[in-house]
T-cell receptor, first 113, second 113 residues
Framework: NAGVTQTPKFRVLKTGQSMTLLCAQD?????MYWYRQDPGMGLRLIHY???????AKGEVPDGYNVSRLKKQNFLLGLESAAPSQTSVYFC????????????FGPGTRLTVT | GESVGLHLPTLSVQEGDNSIINCAYS??????FIWYKQESGKGPQFIID?????DKRQGQRVTVLLNKTVKHLSLQIAATQPGDSAVYFC????????????FGQGTRLTINP
């Protein structure tokens, strides 16, 4: 199993550009999550999904959209990137069982100039 | 503010000593707590978890203590090794449902030879 993978690993955008980050998991997990991590801080939840076709807002959802058209994929979109969205983005997935951990991907480093 | 977030608390210990990393959590309703280890350039990695109906849980070389009265968690690492160098985060959530994690700021653990 590859676990949780993220594409791309790095990206530089200009202000106002758009992009989509892809998260894929091969563990048949129901839950998927997108977090952002700013320097010297813990992760903050952007959006999450409890199953295919469903999404919900997390702690810091503004400026982002998500889609979960397939169970194994969770996409994070930035329609008009801003410098404040410069961050490292982590995806995670988890089984439905309550005591199972969230498995994190390796991260995408995004810089908006 | 942002300047506070840029300076992670740091703990330096000698190789072979025991380490204790502390965390204050914010929500008295949280009933599930997790410690994560994050190495440079990688996603968080699960270390150990504890439910609110316990006050201590042990793993391999790690122990988590929970004090609900003062909303405090600690992670004890026995016989610290160079590979333990990383940033350690505590996270809190509700075990039922989507488990939206709320992360603490993190502590950087440095091992001196």
């Amino acid at each position: 199993n590859a676990g949780v993978t993220q594409t791309p690993k790095f990206r530089v955008l200009k202000t106002g550009q758009s992009m989509t980050l892809l998260c894929a998991q091969d563990m048949n997990h129901e839950y998927m999550y997108w977090y952002r991590q700013d320097p010297g801080m813990g992760l903050r939840l952007i959006h999450y999904s409890v199953g295919e076709g469903t999404t919900a807002k997390g702690e810091v959802p503004d400026g982002y959209n998500v889609s979960r058209l397939k169970k194994q994929n969770f996409l994070l979109g930035l329609e008009s990137a801003a410098p404040s969205q410069t961050s490292v983005y982590f995806c995670a997935s988890r089984r439905l069982a309550g005591d199972d951990e969230q498995y994190f991907g390796p991260g995408t480093r995004l810089t908006v100039t | 503010g942002e300047s506070v977030g840029l300076h992670l608390p740091t703990l330096s210990v000698q190789e072979g000593d025991n380490s204790i990393i502390n965390c204050a959590y914010s929500n008295s309703a949280s009933d599930y707590f997790i410690w994560y280890k994050q190495e440079s350039g990688k996603g968080p990695q699960f270390i150990i978890d504890i439910r609110s109906n316990m006050d201590k849980r042990q793993g391999q070389r790690v122990t988590v203590l929970l004090n609900k009265t003062v909303k405090h968690l600690s992670l004890q690492i026995a016989a610290t090794q160079p590979g333990d160098s990383a940033v350690y985060f505590c996270a809190e959530t509700l075990i039922q449902g989507a488990q939206k994690l709320v992360f603490g700021q993190g502590t950087r653990l440095t091992i001196n030879p």
